[in-house]
């Protein structure tokens, strides 16, 4: 069965850094898509940032050009969130999602995700 694990959150002072791994196993995800999303308390769910199967197109949300960088390795199956010059607005659980379709920031595009890891930034 398909799965996607996410590591790496935890508490961290404001400008910070802090580096997301999330984990594929049960199929090869070389082919997809991959994105990173978060929800905040009482937010919705957004998009952070994505990359394509090749790692050459990525996006990322305004928020956080320029500070966060999405990466892969398809040797191991893994996808990578390095977040830099942290804020407290960064605080949410980040979720890694998988899509068939390729890189895309719409959430209902992708069709894997994983259970999330929490990220706490303190001022």
């Known amino acids: 069965q398909a799965q996607l694990v996410e590591s790496g959150g935890g508490l961290v002072q404001a400008g910070g850094s802090l580096r997301l791994s999330c984990a594929a196993s049960?199929?090869?995800?070389?082919?997809?898509?991959m994105g990173w999303f978060r929800q905040a308390p009482g937010k919705e769910r957004e998009f952070v940032a994505a990359i394509s199967w090749s790692g050459v197109i990525k996006y990322y949300a305004d928020s956080v050009k320029g500070r966060f960088t999405i990466s892969r390795d398809n040797a191991k199956n893994t996808v990578y969130l390095q977040m830099n010059s942290l804020t407290p607005e960064d605080s949410a659980v980040y979720y890694c999602?998988?899509?068939?379709?390729?890189?895309?920031?719409?959430?209902?595009?992708?069709?894997?995700w994983g259970q999330g890891t929490q990220v706490t930034v303190s001022s």
């Open positions: 999602a998988a899509a068939l379709k390729g890189a895309t920031t719409s959430s209902d595009e992708y069709d894997y």
């Open positions: 049960g199929r090869t995800f070389s082919w997809y898509g």
